[in-house]
């Protein structure tokens, strides 16, 4: 009787280990025949602002925006003048939020984080003059003008629930019962280099923690082309179909997409790579630990997670994230990671975060994505937003 090999989920945790994966990458090496050619079609090397060293992008400061007084009183206006209309913080617009000298700076701004470089930092918010509700006004009011569609976080609507639209990146994990915690926005925990979902990923410093919490972006650009002048054959794994898990989720145990996709030139815009992923959904986190009754990955699906992360991190930056700065990256673009950190007495991290999208500079999304994405920016309402002002375990299945 012919013995039946069945497929086992390889040695990989949430947490990369490198010498793991030069040990996957050697014995891969040694042992396939790994293709020596790109996938029919894609570039051999991208040139574009978006390909960047992180080494080169810390000498410089260009990426930052200095907001000064006078444009702090005009968000300080701004605020008073949403607030004199009595509406609910989903009716935060250009229009409710206005920003009559700033406004064609965000714009600027926003075409930076889409056909430039691929993101900015606005700094200098005055964090300590205000409530946490205003921080949240000003923080989403400001950011109406870079993208005027906000993302849902958790699409609560199928439970006739308000939809968050607002997350709290903070350790809750010493406040809440143990086992519930399945991503590690909500720890102390290093996160790995990934992308979040949505065209923009928007961070705001409330407060810097005591030790660690270096923030961290890389070009995936630059990961691309390195990959596909070194390793061709992970651009195939990465066009190929990976299996993503649902964390027992009855309706949908897992699906299955690219991690990369290719967008050819067209007269309406230049040729393009998208990638989009988390680790944890093929690793698992915590209490969301990966599902046994799902297909594995790879070994090669194994190590081009592996490649990802260590190349992102071996050509990245450091932004030195600070109070009061507001981090905007183009998530089609962009990694981010973070280091782990140590909070102290009145030095615990605590940053707020948005998902926008801005139709006059948004890409074109990828035909697998578009699901996901009508699930972010679809029919949004105004009555629907939810901001909370407080931290709170995420939904068990968001990304």
């Known amino acids: 009787m012919v013995e039946v090999q069945v497929p086992i989920q390889p040695d990989i945790q949430y947490h990369p280990d490198y010498a793991k994966y030069t040990a996957r990458t050697q014995h891969r090496i040694a042992t396939e025949t790994l293709p020596t050619t790109l996938p029919l079609g894609f570039p051999s090397h991208l040139d574009s602002p978006l390909v960047w060293e992180g080494s080169e992008i810390e000498q410089r400061d260009d990426w930052i925006y200095r907001i000064n007084d006078a444009q702090l009183d005009e968000i300080d206006q701004a605020l008073k003048n949403f607030k004199s209309q009595n509406l609910p913080l989903g009716a935060l617009n250009q229009t409710t939020f206005p920003l009559p000298t700033l406004h064609s700076i965000l714009r600027s701004l926003s075409k930076e984080i889409h056909l430039g470089r691929g993101f900015i930092v606005l700094r200098g918010l005055r964090i300590d003059n205000y409530t946490r509700e205003d921080n949240i006004i000003i923080y989403t009011g400001l950011s109406s003008h870079i993208g005027n569609l906000r993302g849902r976080q958790e699409d609560n609507r199928t439970k006739n629930l308000p939809s968050k639209v607002l997350s709290h990146i903070k350790d809750i994990s010493h406040t809440v019962e143990p086992g519930t915690i399945g991503a590690p926005s909500n720890t102390a925990d290093k996160q790995v280099f990934h992308t979040d979902s949505g065209d923009i990923i928007s ?184 901001f909370p002002l407080e931290p709170r375990v995420r939904g068990r299945t968001t990304s």
């Open 203 to 386: 961070l705001l410093c409330l407060q810097e923690a005591a030790e660690g919490r270096e923030s961290k972006l890389a070009s995936s650009w630059n990961v691309y082309n390195i990959l596909a002048r070194e390793r061709p054959d992970l651009i195939h794994t990465l066009v190929g179909e990976w299996p993503f898990d649902g964390f027992s989720n009855p309706k949908q145990p897992y699906s299955t997409r690219p991690l990369l996709f290719h967008q050819p030139g067209t007269e309406s815009h230049p040729e393009r790579i998208v990638i989009q992923y988390a680790r944890r959904y093929f690793t698992g986190f915590m209490a969301q630990p990966r599902s046994t009754n799902i297909p594995p990955i790879t070994e090669a699906q194994a190590e081009a997670l592996d490649a990802l992360h260590f190349l992102a991190e071996k050509h990245s930056a450091s932004l030195g994230f600070q109070k009061g700065d507001i981090q905007y990256a183009n998530n089609l673009s962009v990694f981010h990671a973070r280091n782990g950190f140590r909070d102290g007495v009145g030095k615990e991290r605590h940053l707020l975060r948005l998902w926008l999208r801005d139709p006059e500079y948004a890409w074109e999304t990828p035909e697998p994505l578009k699901k996901r994405w009508e699930s972010l920016y679809g029919d949004l309402g105004v009555e629907e937003q939810d």
